[in-house]
Structure formats: structure tokens, C-alpha cells
């Protein structure tokens, strides 16, 4: 059986008496689109920074197909991406930069450079200078940059950020195109809508730690269906949601009663509610959104009591490409 694209094991960064990455433990499997999330500062960037190489861990492993990045450079055949933010050459023509990053990286990659204008959409911006490019156009440009190495793994962080809407969707698009060419895509991001959108599975970070690594369908299971409630006297509707079993996180809002539950304790709720005299003018399920369950994960005593699976589990940008 083949490795992994990716293996990160008991991973731990230390800068001082500040612990960056506390032993994150995930798995990356050929195919994935896999959103790996967390608020600023939970240790993103320094994971994949470890991930790629580029800095070493204090404790813990990485495997990239099954090989260590800090043992040998071989650990990075197939492997491309960016950390941060692509640099370039704001003088010279989108094209001249990677060719130049082509004749770098050696073998047939300078054959590729056309194919991967072509596959971010920049070729007919080709020859103008990257200086004057809008932000989301050097983000296209440095996925191409990683295509030059004709990648089975792309690490991506933050790809979308800063881009309007139109570049969003562009990114969305284009990182879709990728997956579907068999390209194993992680995307560090912060941007849940999109993250929703395009990742078949997601590790949610909350200091340095995974709170939750799975599909995001199986994170929304774990949380119950959110419902809102209306009923002819909020107030007793309340104290019966509170009391009744399988009813979670029951919360007034505005004239309506949120809570959590299973659908088979929710027709109880609805008999015990009728029993007492209460009656219901609107009973509905809501859609769970990704945002909503990363900041049940991330903010507050939510962090433990929504995870279905337990923890199993800064400097100029580089580029790998």
C-alpha cells in the first residue's frame, strides 16, 4: 500500500517559553481537498512550514509519501506550494518569473510553463510585469509556479486571502480544476465559506492543538440539527426544552428558542409541548454552517463539548515550487 501525501505525528514548535504547534497529529489521503483551519495565531503557518521543510520540529514527524522532509530533499519530489504569500520579481513579466523558477528546479519543468499559465488563466497577462498584477493575480501566478514541478501534493496557505469576490471564486474554481486532475490539495485558510465549499475534510486547530480532524459532514452530525422554536409562551417552552432528554444548547434569542437535537427527540419535544399547553407557531431545523461549528470548537467551552472525536490528533514568505 502506498503512503500517504501527508503523516504529521505528535508535531510540536517551540519559540521560548511559547508553544506554537502542541502535537498535532493529522493525515492527509491521495484525493483530499483538506481545509486545515484555525483563528490567527492557532499555528497554521508553522505546521506547514514543518510540513514543508522548512523549519524543524522540536519533537514529532512528517511524512511527505512516506519520506522525511528534514531528512532528505527527496521528501519534496512531487510536493509544491507556498507559505504565506508567493514572492516574485515585480520587474520582470509574469512568464520571465517562472521560467526562471523553471531553469531552478531543472529537468522538464521549463516545458511546463505555458500549460501552467494556461491552467491559472494568466496566459494572455503572460507578458506583462508582475508588478503590475492584482493580488489575486499573483496568487494564480504562484499556484503556476507550483505546477512548473507537476505536483501530486499542493500545500496552499491562505490562497484566497484578500481576494474580492470574483477572485474567490476564481480560486474556488481553480483549485476545484486541480483536485479533479488528481492533485492532493491542503489549504490552511481562514475563509470558512470557501473552505466549505471546495474541502472534502478539515483539522480545526484551537492553540496550536486539533480540536477536530474529519469531514465536515460527520463534525455536523456529532453537533445535533440546530432547530428555532416559536412558540405561544416562549418562557415555558424554554424551561421544557432545558428539561427535556436530547435537547441541547437551548438558547432564547430574539423571540425564538434555539437548541440542538436529534430528530427523534425533537417530535418528543413536540408531544411534551402540547402536553403542557404550549403551542407551536414555528418549529424548524436551521443549516449548521462550517463557521458555526469552528467557532463551537474554537471559542469558549464549546472547544470540548462539540468535538465528536477527540484531539488525535514567522519570516518573509517562501515558496516551494
Partial sequence: MSSPPIEVRGLVKRYGAVTAVAGVELTVQTGDVYGYLGPNGAGKTTSLRMMLGLIRPDEGSVRLFGKDPQATVAALDGVAGFVEAPAFYP?????RNLELLAAFDGGDAPSRVDAALDTVELEGRAGDRVGGY?????????????????PRLLLLDEPATGLDPAGMRDMRLLIRRLAGEGITVLLSSHLLGEVEEVCNRVAILRAGSIVYEGTIEALARGAGTAY??????DERACAICAAQPGIAQVTPEHGRIAFSAEEAAVAELSRALVEAGVLIRELAPQTVTLEDLFFSLTEGEGASALAPAP????APAEVVG
Fill in 91 to 95: 520587474y520582470l513579466s509574469g512568464r
Fill in 134 to 150: 492584482s493580488h489575486g493575480m499573483r496568487q494564480r501566478l504562484g499556484i503556476a509556479a507550483a505546477l512548473l514541478r507537476a
Fill in 228 to 233: 428555532r422554536l416559536r412558540s405561544t409562551d
Fill in 311 to 314: 484531539p488525535i490528533s514567522e
